[in-house]
């Protein structure tokens, strides 16, 4: 007779425990999320962190970060602005500031500079700043199609599965 009470009470506490959870999903608000968006060239420039009232985005192998937080680097006027408001993946990549560098392509790397890029990328931007968005040249063509060939699996240094 007492495993029959013991069910019992377990089976009405379930009951009782059910009923509450449900009241509480209801009043429960899930954490709002700003949606993340593809950003073409004139759109991330915007973010150039020149306007006070503007967030200051920088791209880095297209994927845009919210650097803000880190204004006195990214800021006007500060050291590292010039990289802000672009996909500047190649600078990051030869830690450079030379305008030449400030470019998305990655053509002419050498092995230690794509692992050096990787590193700045993994524990840097994306251990310390929020994702925004993508570049759309990641994965639209010229004329702003979707690239139907685009694989993130093909591309080097490119792990997309990490960053949804």
Request: proline share 6%.
């Amino acid at each position: 007779m007492p495993a029959v009470h013991m069910c019992l009470i377990f089976i009405f506490l379930a009951i009782v425990n059910w009923g509450f959870s449900e009241d509480l999903k209801l009043k429960h608000k899930p954490a709002e999320t700003k949606p993340v968006r593809l950003f073409t060239d004139e759109d991330l420039a915007k973010y150039n962190g020149q306007q006070e009232d503007h967030p200051i985005y920088m791209a880095v192998k297209g994927v845009v970060f919210d650097v803000s937080t880190g204004k006195e680097f990214y800021g006007k006027g500060a050291p590292y602005n010039a990289l802000t408001g672009k996909d500047c993946t190649k600078a990051v990549a030869k830690m450079s500031l030379d305008p030449e560098d400030l470019t998305y392509d990655t053509a002419g790397l050498t092995e230690e500079q794509l692992q050096s890029l990787e590193s700045i990328f993994q524990d840097v931007y994306k251990a310390k700043y929020p994702i925004v968005g993508y570049t759309a040249r990641r994965i639209l063509n010229e004329d702003g199609s979707p690239n139907k060939d685009f694989r993130p699996e093909d591309q080097p240094n490119f792990k997309i599965k990490d960053e949804f």
